[in-house]
C-alpha cells in the first residue's frame, strides 16, 4: 500500500484544516487506518485512528473534540478534519494503515507540514 498525505499547511490558531490521505496499490478494505504527528524535537505520536468500517474511531487525548477521522473506501482515501487548532498542533502528520492481520502500523505516508500560529 502506498499513501500519500496532503492538506498541510499554516493556519492561525483557532483555524482548521483537513488532511487528506490517499491510498494506491492495494484497496484499504483490510485495512485500518490512522494518523501520527512528529513534533519538532519530539518523537512520532498516535492522533487517530478508524476502523475498516469506519464505525470505531479513536483519538489520543489532545485531539478529542477537535479532530474528526474519517474514511471513505470507495475512494480509498482517509481524512483528517482538524478544528480549533492550537500552536502545539504544529507537527508533520503522517497516515498510516495497518492490516486488519496484523497488529502494527505497517505502511506510511510521507507526512504533511502543519503550522499553527499563535
Known amino acids: 500500500v502506498q499513501l500519500q498525505a496532503s492538506g498541510g499547511g499554516l493556519v492561525q490558531a483557532g483555524g482548521s484544516l483537513r488532511l487528506s490521505c490517499a491510498a494506491s496499490?492495494?484497496?484499504?478494505?483490510?485495512?485500518?487506518m490512522g494518523w501520527f504527528r512528529q513534533a519538532p524535537g519530539k518523537e512520532r505520536e498516535f492522533v487517530a485512528s478508524?476502523?475498516?468500517?469506519?464505525?470505531?474511531?479513536d483519538y489520543a487525548d489532545s485531539a478529542k473534540g477537535r479532530f474528526t477521522i474519517s474514511r471513505d473506501n470507495a475512494k480509498n482515501t482517509a481524512s483528517l478534519q482538524m478544528n480549533s487548532l492550537k500552536p502545539e498542533d504544529t507537527a508533520v502528520y503522517y497516515c498510516?494503515?495497518?492490516?486488519?492481520?496484523?497488529?502494527?502500523?505497517?505502511?506510511w505516508g510521507q507526512g504533511t507540514l502543519v503550522t499553527v500560529s499563535s
Open positions: 478508524i476502523s475498516v468500517s469506519g464505525l470505531t474511531t
Open positions: 498510516a494503515a495497518r492490516n486488519i492481520a496484523y497488529s502494527d502500523w505497517r505502511y
Open positions: 496499490g492495494r484497496t484499504l478494505s483490510s485495512y485500518a
